[in-house]
C-alpha cells in the first residue's frame, strides 16, 4: 500500500508565495511521473504541473513563470513552489504520482488534498 501525504497549503496575500510538499510512503520499487492538480470550487480538476523521473516538467499556461515544480527521489517527495500568487489560484491542490510498488504492481495514487487561498 502506498500512500501520499500533501502539506503547505493556506490562506496568502496576493502576490505571496506557498509551497507544497507531497511525500510517499509504503511499499515502492520506484515512482515515475510525478504531478501536482488543482481543482477550484465549480470547476473540473486541471493539471498544474507535472515532472518525469528524468526531471522534465511540463506546466499549465497559466502558472508558467510563477510556480516551479521539483521533486527528491531520494526522499519520493514532490515540491511545487508557487509564487506572485492570484485569486485564481485558490483551489484545493492534489498531488499524483504513478507508482511501480514493491510488488511490482502500477499504481496511480492521490493525495487528500491541500487548500491555497488566496485572498486579501
Known amino acids: 500500500q502506498v500512500q501520499l501525504v500533501e502539506s503547505g497549503g493556506g490562506l496568502v496575500q496576493p502576490g505571496g508565495s506557498l509551497r507544497l510538499s507531497c511525500a510517499a510512503s509504503g511499499s515502492i520499487f520506484t515512482i515515475y511521473d510525478m504531478g501536482w492538480y488543482r481543482q477550484a470550487p465549480g470547476k473540473l480538476r486541471e493539471l498544474v504541473a507535472g515532472?518525469?523521473?528524468?526531471?522534465?516538467?511540463n506546466y499549465a499556461d497559466s502558472v508558467k513563470a510563477r510556480f516551479t515544480i521539483s521533486r527528491d527521489n531520494t526522499k519520493n517527495t514532490v515540491y511545487l513552489q508557487m509564487n506572485s500568487l492570484k485569486p485564481e489560484d485558490t483551489a484545493v491542490y492534489y498531488c499524483?504520482?504513478?507508482?511501480?510498488?514493491?510488488?511490482?504492481?502500477?499504481?496511480?495514487?492521490w493525495g487528500q488534498g491541500t487548500l491555497v487561498t488566496v485572498s486579501s
Open positions: 515532472i518525469t523521473r528524468g526531471g522534465r516538467t
Open positions: 499524483n504520482q504513478k507508482v511501480l510498488a514493491g510488488d511490482y504492481r502500477n499504481l496511480n495514487v
